[in-house]
């Protein structure tokens, strides 16, 4: 929320390229089974953006994590590495495959995965039996590494490679607002095993929904394919090997009619102008420290509420809206205005 209270949005639709061509075409030709051209183009495209020679297309942004952590091997009781800052979609996919999610703090500046915590964590906390990370507190092994660029600001993701690279442990990045972000004069997206994006709504561009998981591993990128397509072996008969999933581009296809990615790839020739915008530094509040003020030896100060934020109390009703407004106002004033602690 502003100072006045309006709300700002994470980012709103914009149509002003070819979507009403290419979706006409789309009814007009009748593809709206599980084949078609547009699908195809929106992969080729997004992956020649990004500078990565695999894409998947998804049936959204939460599936794509969900299958990436799947091929990269996480499975029921392992541990994954998330950022304490992030949407649920982040934690969920972990749970989707049965395993466990292990929060990490957040920095100041990306508002992404601390690297030195990360490497506190891995170094204090963690040995490594038998080829793979293990979290003595827990006795669970860890999987990966799931670092997110947070509405669209890169985490330092070569910090995280770099300590990632240490370990047996997969990073896929969440990159589901990053679409068009930049990291270093590169483009976001390619630098780990895996990386995931979005097309809700309420991202840079949109179909109304889907996703997509970008690879330059092609056995990863056909384990994702085979994942999200039921697991079929076999393309003229119906042999399944192992549990698959209904999360692919056909899903995808069905649900949109081939409209919506039609007006992705629309949105692909406008991708730069819609990005200038948001190319802006992240927020800073006065009060708080700058880059250059944190003590890296102990990792960025934790966040604290203002100490003049008053009491949360919930409200007599059974909603509980009023406890959820004082909390997130809390939360609000804690990220874009609080004091800040060692």
């Not at 699908?39 to 695999?54: I, K, Q």
């Not at 091997?73 to 972990?94: H, K, W, Y």
């Not at 703090?105 to 990306?110: H, I, K, M, P, T």
């Not at 190319?279 to 102990?298: F, G, N, T, V």
Request: proline share 6%; aromatic share 6%.
């Amino acid at each position: 929320m502003t100072e006045a209270g309006r709300a700002i949005p994470n980012a709103v639709p914009h149509l002003a390229g070819n979507e009403w061509k290419y979706l006409k075409e789309c009814l007009d030709t009748n593809w709206v089974s599980s084949v078609g051209p547009f699908v195809d183009r929106f992969e080729l495209e997004v992956s020649a953006r990004v500078g990565v020679p695999h894409a998947v297309a998804t049936v959204n942004g939460t599936a794509a994590l969900h299958v990436a952590l799947l091929a990269a091997g996480v499975g029921p009781d392992d541990e994954v590495l998330v950022p304490a800052l992030t949407f649920i979609a982040t934690a969920n996919a972990v749970t989707y495959c049965g395993g466990h999610p292990v929060f990490l703090d957040s920095e100041a500046v990306s508002w992404g995965l601390d690297a030195y915590k990360l490497s506190d964590f891995l170094e204090r906390e963690c040995s490594i039996k038998d080829g793979q990370v293990v979290n003595r507190a827990s006795g669970r092994v860890v999987r990966a590494v799931l670092p997110v660029h947070l509405y669209g600001h890169p985490v330092d993701i070569d910090a995280v490679l770099d300590v990632a690279g240490r370990y047996p442990l997969a990073v896929v990045e969440d990159a589901a607002e990053a679409l068009g972000a930049r990291y270093k004069g590169g483009a976001v997206g390619c630098h780990g095993l895996a990386s995931c994006l979005s097309f809700n709504g309420n991202k840079i561009i949109t179909t109304g929904g889907g996703g997509m998981v970008l690879t330059r591993d092609p056995k990863l990128a056909a384990r994702v394919r085979a994942l999200t397509t039921q697991a079929r072996t076999d393309a003229l008969e119906y042999i399944h090997e192992e549990t698959g999933y209904n999360l692919s581009r056909a899903a995808w296809r069905r649900v949109r009619r081939h409209g919506g990615h039609g007006g992705a790839v629309g949105a692909l020739h406008v991708l730069d102008d819609l990005r200038a915008p948001r190319s802006e530094p992240l927020p800073r509040c006065a009060r708080a420290p700058a880059p250059a003020q944190l003590q890296r030896d102990r990792g960025p100060p934790a966040l604290a509420p203002p100490a003049s934020a008053a009491p949360l109390r919930g409200d007599t009703g059974l909603s509980g809206r009023g406890r959820r407004e004082a909390l997130r106002a809390g939360v609000v004033a804690a990220v874009l205005g609080g004091n800040h602690r060692g």
